[in-house]
């Protein structure tokens, strides 16, 4: 028997975001919900699509400015999987959605100090020995 979770996030509309972390070595990634592509700018992007669905942040509270950066990241996650980066680039994943956190503050201090607990917080969960992820491509 197949299980279905509730569906916590699903979007209504494209969405764009251009990396700013220095990662190497991406391969382009066209897929139904979610795609990572190289404009002419040679800068990266990630788009989401209409009906890309995500969990919004684990183990933390669903805020609303924790939303569209838990996208990002699951997305940079699923790209993990999908063989578009390297695993040995999870500390880039962490700190693009500091990058978005940032980015989407109203108060410059308050984006700041979300963003550095964000990104300590996700890599302290996830260099506990023995605490493995498993992630789920689209």
């Known amino acids: 028997m197949i299980k279905f979770y509730k569906v916590k996030g699903q979007l209504a509309a494209q969405a764009e975001w251009r990396l700013r972390g220095?990662?190497?070595?991406?391969?382009e990634y066209k897929g139904r919900y979610y795609s990572l592509i190289q404009k002419a700018d040679k800068k990266w992007y990630l788009?989401?699509?209409?009906?890309?669905?995500?969990?919004f942040a684990t183990k933390f509270p669903d805020f609303k400015?924790?939303?569209?950066?838990s996208l990002w990241h699951?997305?940079?996650?699923?790209l993990i999987?999908?063989?578009?980066?390297?695993?040995?680039?999870?500390?880039?994943i962490d700190?693009?959605?500091?990058?978005?956190i940032r980015a989407n503050a109203k108060w410059d201090w308050l984006g700041k100090l979300r963003a550095w607990y964000i990104e300590k917080g996700?890599?302290?969960?996830?260099?506990?020995?023995?605490?493995?992820?498993?992630?789920?491509?689209?």
Request: aromatic content about 12%; some cysteine; hydrophobic content about 35%.
């Open 47 to 55: 788009k989401a699509y209409i009906g890309c669905a995500w969990d």
């Open 122 to 138: 996700t890599n302290t969960y996830d260099s506990k020995a023995g605490n493995e992820r498993k992630v789920f491509a689209a």
């Open 95 to 100: 700190a693009e959605m500091a990058h978005v």
């Open 74 to 78: 699951d997305i940079l996650s699923w």
């Open 65 to 69: 400015w924790v939303k569209e950066p």
């Open 81 to 92: 999987e999908q063989g578009c980066i390297s695993e040995g680039q999870n500390d880039l």
């Open 22 to 27: 220095k990662f190497k070595g991406l391969k």
